[in-house]
C-alpha cells in the first residue's frame, strides 16, 4: 500500500508479530473452530498446530462469484464474508478518517472478480474511487520515474499470477495496448518447487496443513534469500517440524526445476507480441519493465536478459511498484490519463437457425476502451422482436473467441436472468419458456452499458408495453460449488496454459 501525501507517495508499514516493520499486508486466513483471523494476526498464529493457515487467496478468486463458498478447515463460509473480514482486518490498521482507495487486480481478472474486491473493500468502509489493472498501475510508477515516451512492455510476476502487458507511454498519458496472463502462474509456484525439492513425498503427506504451511514459509523466505551468487540453498526443516535437520538444495538444481516455469512466462509474451506485430512488435519496445515479488529470483532476470537484452529493466520497488502506482494515479495532481481496455470478450447466448443452434453474441469485444472516470459509460444496442414468451439470458465472458466467434480459452460464467417479452408475464416471477403469438408483436430493446470499472448494467426494455428491467450483472450469480484454497493452489498452471495455446 501507498499513500498519496503532497506529491510524495510513502509506502505504508505495518508491525509485525515480532516487532519488526514490514511494507505489506499478507493475505493469510488464520481458522480454528468458528474463529477466523487475517493478515499479522494470522501470520503469528502459524507455529500454533490449533490453527490452520490459509495463503493465496487471490488464486481463489480466479472461479468465484457472488454466492461462492469456501471451504476453510472445517468451516463453510461464503467467499464474499472472508473478503469483507480482511478489508476490515486491513482498515482497522489504518488511520481512522475517510479514506479514499485505488485498488489495483490482475489483468486477466474477470468481472466477478473485480465486483468481489470493490465490495470487499466498500463494506469495510472505504471510498473506492477507482480499479486498475495491476500492469497498468507499474506502467504509471515507471513512466513516473523515467519520463519515457513510447511502448513498455511489463513484465509482472507476482505472488500468484502473471500479467504480461503492453502500454504505451507518454508525458501524462498511458494507453495499454494489450495484454496476456496466467492466472495460476507466481512466485507460490516457485516456493512449491523448493518445498518437493527439500522433502520426500512421504514427508510431505505427513505433513499437517500448518506444517507445510511452514515448509512453504521455509522455502519463500530462502527464496527471496537468493543472489546471482549462490550456489546453495540451505532450508531450516526443524521450523517445520521439531527434530527435522536442516537440507541443502544447489541452486544450479533449483534453478534447472523452475525454469519451465519461467518459459511458461515467456510463452504467454511470445504470444502477446505475436498478435500485435511479432518481431517488429518486439524490436518496437521501448523498456521491458519487470516488476512483482516473483520477478526477484535471479533466474527470471537472467532468462529475460538472455531474450531481450539490455532493454531489460527491473523495478528497485519490485514488490511494491503497483501500489505506486495505484497512488500516483489516484493523485489527481499528477494529471495522469489512463485509458484501460477491456480485457476480456463479453456476451450472451442466443439461438439461431430457428432455434437449432445456440450462438455466441459478443457484446463487448476483447480491447475495447473503457470510458475515463466521470466520463459517460460505452453503451451498445440490440433491438429485435422476440418469438418466446420469455427471454432466457446467460450471459459469460472469454479469453479467446474461435474463428468461428464461439467462446475458447478461459470462460467465466455470469448470471442468467429472465425477462417477460410476453406483457401478461411482467409481473410473473417465472414461467416455462415456450413460443408466444403476443410476444412476436413486442418490441424488444437491450441496452448495456459499461463504466471506467469494467463493471456491465444491462436494461430490457419492452418498448412496445413500455416497460422495463434492470440488471447490475454479477451480483445474482447462481451458487457456485465449494471452493477449497488448497485445491485451487494445486492446479498445475504450466499445463492449463499450454492447453489453452493449443486451442
Known amino acids: 500500500m501507498a499513500a498519496v501525501d503532497r506529491g510524495n507517495y510513502p509506502l505504508l508499514s505495518f508491525e509485525t508479530p515480532d516487532g519488526a516493520h514490514a511494507d505489506w499486508f499478507p493475505s493469510l486466513v488464520a481458522v480454528r473452530g468458528g474463529e477466523r483471523l487475517y493478515g499479522w494476526q494470522a501470520w503469528a498464529r502459524q507455529q500454533d498446530p490449533d490453527w490452520t493457515i490459509i495463503r493465496s487467496l487471490k488464486r481463489v478468486l480466479q472461479d468465484a462469484g457472488p454466492n461462492t463458498i469456501l471451504q476453510l478447515a472445517d468451516q463453510h463460509v461464503p467467499l464474499i464474508q472472508v473478503l469483507r473480514e480482511m478489508a476490515a482486518a486491513l482498515r482497522a490498521l489504518l488511520p481512522q478518517e475517510k479514506l479514499e482507495v485505488m485498488l489495483g487486480v490482475p489483468a486477466n481478472a474477470n468481472s466477478n472478480q473485480r465486483f468481489l474486491t470493490v465490495e470487499a473493500f466498500r463494506s469495510a468502509g472505504c471510498d473506492v474511487i477507482g480499479l486498475l489493472n495491476e500492469p497498468s498501475a507499474a506502467s504509471i510508477e515507471f513512466g513516473h520515474k523515467n519520463r519515457i515516451n513510447g ?16 502500454v504505451e507511454v507518454g508525458e501524462k498519458t498511458h494507453r495499454p495496448i494489450a495484454t496476456e496472463s496466467i492466472a495460476t502462474l507466481g512466485g507460490d509456484d516457485f ?46 526443516l526443524g521450523n517445520v517440524r521439531e527434530g527435522w535437520s536442516t537440507v541443502t538444495v544447489p541452486a544450479a538444481d533449483y534453478y534447472e526445476r523452475c525454469r519451465p516455469l519461467v518459459d511458461e512466462t515467456l510463452h504467454v509474451v511470445e504470444d502477446l507480441l505475436d498478435a500485435h506485430g511479432g518481431a517488429e512488435a518486439g524490436a518496437g519496445i521501448s523498456a521491458l519493465y519487470v516488476t512483482g515479488g516473483g520477478s526477484e529470483l535471479p533466474i527470471v532476470s537472467r532468462v529475460l536478459r538472455e531474450q531481450f537484452g539490455k532493454r531489460v529493466q ?39 437457425d430457428a432455434g437449432q443452434r445456440i450462438l455466441f453474441d459478443s457484446l463487448f469485444q476483447k480491447g475495447a476502451a473503457l470510458p475515463g472516470p466521470g466520463e459517460r459509460p460505452l453503451e451498445i444496442r440490440r433491438c429485435y422482436r422476440p418469438v418466446h414468451n420469455l427471454g432466457h439470458f446467460r450471459y459469460l465472458e472469454c479469453s479467446h ?57 444491462t436494461t430490457i426494455t419492452n418498448l412496445s408495453a413500455g416497460y422495463q428491467r434492470i440488471y447490475s450483472l454479477g451480483r445474482w450469480a447462481a451458487k457456485d460449488a465449494l471452493v477449497t484454497p488448497a485445491k485451487a493452489r494445486m492446479r498445475h498452471a504450466t499445463r492449463k496454459h499450454a492447453e489453452g495455446r493449443r486451442r
Not at 511502448?151 to 503492453?166: K, Q
Not at 519490485?318 to 481496455?341: F, H, M, N, P, W
Open 151 to 166: 511502448v513498455i512492455l511489463v513484465y509482472d510476476l507476482g505472488g500468484g499470477t502473471f500479467d504480461a502487458s503492453l
Open 191 to 236: 516456493d512449491e518447487v523448493l518445498a518437493e525439492m527439500a522433502t520426500t513425498s512421504d514427508d510431505r503427506h505427513s505433513l499437517s496443513q500448518s506444517e507445510h504451511f511452514r515448509l512453504l514459509e521455509e522455502c519463500r523466505l530462502r527464496k527471496e534469500a537468493l543472489s546471482p551468487n549462490t550456489r546453495r540453498i540451505v532450508i531450516d
Open 401 to 457: 473467441l474461435d474463428d468461428e466467434c464461439q467462446p475458447r480459452g478461459d470462460v467465466t460464467v455470469w448470471d442468467e436472468i429472465q425477462f417477460p417479452f410476453d406483457p401478461a408475464l411482467q409481473d410473473a416471477d417465472s414461467a416455462p419458456v415456450e413460443y408466444s403469438a403476443a410476444a412476436q408483436s413486442q418490441e424488444i430493446e437491450e441496452t448495456y452499458s459499461i463504466d471506467a470499472s469494467g463493471t456491465v448494467t
Open 314 to 352: 527491473r523495478s528497485v520497488h519490485a514488490r511494491s511498484a503497483t501500489a505506486l502506482g495505484l497512488a500516483i494515479q489516484a493523485d489527481a495532481q499528477a494529471g495522469y490519463v489512463l485509458r484501460e481496455k477491456f480485457t476480456r470478450y463479453f456476451g450472451v447466448w442466443r439461438e439461431g
